[in-house]
């Protein structure tokens, strides 16, 4: 008897701790730890499982043979030397497209910090110095099995949430870049709601296909970028993803934070809202991390948070969260 109430009694504290650790909302890697090392590099996204993300982030586009490549942008010249390297190789506008390289000849370029191709300047010039040490860019695949793997050897569950990039160029240049993600995807065992997977794209229409012609039962997240129809959005989404300025629009005569209702809007309608994103370097002056969060997190009521410094709001979200 006594062994089983003290069985019962572990089951109890087992099943509290699970349900508030649930409650908790989630933390998202932003390109991986890119506020350390270079986005979207493998070493980026082990770093941030590391730190303690509850999700890693993967951008997605295509290359000349169709595998599908992390990366931000559908150009290559912001973050790799592939103007050095293939100078004859850019389009008419001057830009170096994924699209237009095979796996390997991108996996010979050198990766580095995000910089502005015309100046050569780093966006963020106080993150990792640019063209040091070796980094490379890798493929969808090749990310999801350093997270499983990690997920296996720690004992942990991490999750991903992949972006689908600029599915309407992708078509208009002949390739539906969606059916090789969900493809991907698929085999990798992400297929239902239950997976521990965010799928997320900016084209409303796309996300729309996703869900009702193509039959996906992934949990889907709309990204915007104004305002939408929040109700629409519910009949297909499961949340959103706003920019921050969009929540927290301003601040008023007395310096506190102006609040839009967007958030209030999407929770009536059992969306969740995941903001982007959190950048400790590029605060508006006088603004801390910890009160930026506190608004977001505790006033406002947000769901989770694209962070490219993910220890920092891992520890918000683990110490000062109330719920």
């Known amino acids: 008897m006594k062994k089983l109430v003290m ?3 572990f089951m109890i504290v087992g099943v509290t701790t699970m349900l508030s650790a649930q409650s908790l909302p989630v933390n998202i890697a932003h390109r991986g730890a890119s506020g350390y090392l270079p986005e979207h590099t493998l070493p980026a996204k082990a770093l941030a499982y590391g730190l303690g993300a509850d999700f890693l982030e993967q951008d997605v586009v295509l290359t000349k043979d169709d595998q599908p490549l992390i990366i931000h942008d559908i150009h290559l010249d912001t973050v790799t030397d592939v103007a050095t390297k293939f100078p004859e190789r850019k389009r008419e506008d001057g830009r170096y497209y994924a699209l237009d390289f095979t796996l390997a000849e991108i996996k010979s370029l050198k990766a580095c ?8 300047t780093a966006v963020f010039p106080g993150r990792f110095p640019m063209w040091k040490s070796d980094f490379r860019l890798h493929t969808l695949q090749e990310e999801i099995e350093l997270i499983q793997g990690l997920n296996k050897s720690t004992g942990k569950n991490i999750g991903i949430y992949p972006e ?25 065992g992400y297929k239902t709601a239950d997976d521990n997977i965010y799928l997320q794209c900016f084209d409303f229409s796309e996300l729309k ?19 939408c129809d929040i109700a629409e959005v519910a009949s297909y989404a499961t949340g959103i993803g706003p920019w921050i300025k969009q929540i927290i629009t301003g601040l008023d005569k007395q310096g506190k934070p102006v609040i839009s209702d967007l958030v209030e809007r999407a ?7 995941h903001p982007y994103t959190l950048r400790i370097d590029a605060l508006p002056e006088g603004v801390t991390p910890d009160a930026l969060l506190d608004v977001l997190f505790n ?25």
């Not at 539906?176 to 990798?188: A, C, G, W």
């Not at 929770?267 to 809202?273: E, G, N, Y």
């Open 267 to 273: 929770h009536q309608h059992k969306l969740m809202v």
């Open 164 to 188: 689908i990039k600029d599915p309407a160029w992708h078509r208009e240049q002949g390739r539906d870049i969606t059916k090789i993600v969900l493809r991907v995807l698929s085999e990798y």
């Open 209 to 227: 296909r996703i869900r009702n012609e193509l039959k996906c039962e992934l949990k889907l997240i709309q990204l915007i970028e104004e305002d």
């Open 299 to 323: 006033q406002v009521k947000i769901d989770g948070i694209f962070s490219d410094f993910p220890d920092v709001s891992r520890d918000f979200i683990k110490n000062r969260v109330k719920r």
């Open 7 to 9: 069985a019962l009694f």
């Open 113 to 120: 910090e995000r910089f502005d191709p015309a100046s050569g």
